[in-house]
T-cell receptor
Framework: SAVISQKPSRDICQRGTSLTIQCQVD?????MFWYRQQPGQSLTLIAT?????????ESGFVIDKFPISRPNLTFSTLTVSNMSPEDSSIYLC????????????FGPGTRLTVL | GDSVTQMEGPVTLSEEAFLTINCTYT??????LFWYVQYPGEGLQLLLK?????DKGSNKGFEATYRKETTSFHLEKGSVQVSDSAVYFC?????????FGAGTTVTVRA
C-alpha cells in the first residue's frame, strides 16, 4: 500500500490567483493522478503524471489551467491557475505502483474555495 | 467508453439493517472493480476490490461479487452500524484509469 499526504488541506483564495497543491507519497510509485471532486459530485480525473514525461490530460482539462510537475517517484504538484469560483472543489492526489491488478490509493484531498 | 452506474441515494437505514448498493458497469475489456468509501471530512479509502469474474471482495463486513454475466458489482453488508455512514463509490479500472460512479450517501441511524 501507499500512504499519501497533501498540502494544503484546505485554502480560500481570491479569483485570478493561483494555488499549488503538493502531493507526497511514502514510497516510490510509477503513476500519480490528480482528480477533482466538485461539491456533491463524483471524482473526475484531471491528468496522469508520470515521472520523466509530460502529464497526460483528460478531455476538458488543459495544461495552462492545471500545470503539473512530477520531479521524482514520490512527489507531484498540481497548480490551479487563474482561479474562478467554478474551481471550488476538492482536489485529490492518487498513486499507483502500476501493473494490471494494482490499486490506486488516495490522499486526503485539498478543499479549495475560490471567492 | 467505460462507465459505472451506481444506485442513487441518499440511503437511510437503522442500525443492524441490511445494506445493498447496486452498481453496474460498461466496459470494453475486463476491468478490475472497486468499492471506495469516503467518511465525512476524509479522503477516499479502498473498501474492497475484485479483479476477475466471480471474485468476491470483502472487508469490514462488506462484500461484493464480480458478476460478468450481469456486469454488476453490488455492495452488501448484513448488519450496518452508525460508523458505516459515508459516501460509497463504485469504480472500475481498465488499463490504468479509474472511472467512478456518482456515489451513494448512506446514513445509518441508531
Amino acid at each position: 500500500s501507499a500512504v499519501i499526504s497533501q498540502k494544503p488541506s484546505r485554502d480560500i483564495c481570491q479569483r485570478g490567483t493561483s494555488l499549488t497543491i503538493q502531493c507526497q507519497v511514502d514510497s516510490q510509485v510509477t503513476m500519480m493522478f490528480w482528480y477533482r471532486q466538485q461539491p456533491g459530485q463524483s471524482l473526475t480525473l484531471i491528468a496522469t503524471a508520470n515521472q520523466g514525461s509530460e502529464a497526460t490530460y483528460e478531455s476538458g482539462f488543459v495544461i495552462d489551467k492545471f500545470p503539473i510537475s512530477r520531479p521524482n517517484l514520490t512527489f507531484s504538484t498540481l497548480t490551479v491557475s487563474n482561479m474562478s469560483p467554478e474551481d471550488s472543489s476538492i482536489y485529490l492526489c492518487s498513486a499507483s505502483t502500476g501493473g494490471g491488478i494494482d490499486t490506486q490509493y488516495f490522499g486526503p484531498g485539498t478543499r479549495l474555495t475560490v471567492l | 467508453g467505460d462507465s459505472v452506474t451506481q444506485m442513487e441515494g441518499p440511503v437511510t437505514l437503522s442500525e443492524e439493517a441490511f445494506l445493498t448498493i447496486n452498481c453496474t458497469y460498461t466496459a470494453t475489456g475486463y476491468p478490475s472493480l472497486f468499492w471506495y468509501v469516503q467518511y465525512p471530512g476524509e479522503g477516499l479509502q479502498l473498501l474492497l476490490k475484485a479483479t476477475k469474474a466471480d471474485d468476491k471482495g470483502s472487508n469490514k463486513g462488506f462484500e461484493a461479487t464480480y458478476r460478468k454475466e450481469t456486469t454488476s458489482f453490488h455492495l452488501e453488508k448484513g448488519s450496518v452500524q452508525v460508523s458505516d455512514s459515508a459516501v460509497y463509490f463504485c469504480a472500475l479500472r481498465d488499463d490504468y484509469k479509474l472511472s467512478f460512479g456518482a456515489g451513494t450517501t448512506v446514513t445509518v441511524r441508531a
